[in-house]
């Protein structure tokens, strides 16, 4: 069993930052790709960021060098620090991590969401 809980959405003003963690735990055995997607009201989930196992990342063109995604390792946990946020930046986000369990079986994972809203 594996579990991805997210958490540090909320209420923010237009240019404020917010900080989001996901904490991946259960029978794992590694966590290869983790990525932060997010979702507004009438449209499609969208990828927002990723970062390999190694630390490659990536980003979408629309948070480039306002948004930053981290990880730690030693304690299966993703960041997202979100800068300069803009009242279109308002969704619920999502963590999705791929996974091999102990069972040396691999699959993506989810996150149940945290709402992130910035008000202009």
């Known amino acids: 069993q594996v579990q991805l809980v997210e958490s540090g959405g909320g209420l923010v003003q237009a240019g404020g930052s917010l900080r989001l963690s996901c904490a991946a735990s259960?029978?794992?055995?590694?966590?290869?790709?983790m990525n932060w997607y997010r979702q507004a009201p009438g449209k499609q989930r969208e990828l927002v960021a990723g970062i390999t196992n190694n630390g490659s990342t990536n980003y979408a063109d629309s948070v480039k060098g306002r948004f930053t995604i981290s990880r730690d390792n030693a304690k299966n946990t993703v960041y997202l620090q979100m800068n300069s946020l803009k009242p279109e930046d308002s969704a619920v986000y999502y963590c999705?991590?791929?996974?091999?369990?102990?069972?040396?079986?691999?699959?993506?994972?989810w996150g149940q969401g945290t709402q992130v809203t910035v008000s202009s």
């Open positions: 259960g029978s794992i055995f590694r966590i290869n790709a």
């Open positions: 999705r991590a791929d996974i091999t369990t102990t069972r040396l079986n691999t699959r993506a994972y």
